[in-house]
């Protein structure tokens, strides 16, 4: 079973910065991606940001060049650098892992965080 806890999360004026982190535990399989949805008042849950074990980072169109997504391996933890906020970045934000092995595979949900960025 794996274990993820976020942090992070909060109320930022539009234009400002926030960074995520989710700390993951348990056993985990060597190949895995983790990253970041989130879910906009409304809205159906999104990707925002994953990041592989091998270091391949993706970006939703929404958020390319103003979010960063990064890991530290030895942690098992990954980050999400928010920055230039804007109002609709509003949302819950959601941590995932997913992995997998020759046998078996994962995926895996974090509680989530709130982040609200007011106009």
């Known amino acids: 079973q794996v274990q993820l806890v976020e942090s992070g999360g909060g109320l930022v004026q539009a234009g400002g910065s926030l960074r995520l982190s989710c700390a993951a535990s348990?056993?985990?399989?060597?190949?895995?991606?983790m990253g970041w949805y989130r879910q906009r008042p409304g809205k159906q849950r999104e990707l925002v940001a994953g990041?592989?074990?091998?270091?391949?980072?993706n970006y939703a169109d929404s958020v390319a060049g103003r979010f960063t997504v990064s890991r530290d391996y030895a942690k098992n933890t990954v980050y999400l650098q928010m920055n230039s906020l804007k109002v609709e970045d509003t949302a819950v934000y959601y941590c995932?892992?997913?992995?997998?092995?020759?046998?078996?595979?994962?995926?895996?949900w974090g509680p989530g965080t709130q982040v609200t960025v007011s106009s």
């Open positions: 995932n892992l997913r992995h997998q092995s020759f046998t078996a595979s994962g995926n895996y």
């Open positions: 348990g056993s985990i399989f060597s190949i895995n991606t």
């Open positions: 990041i592989t074990s091998g270091g391949s980072a």
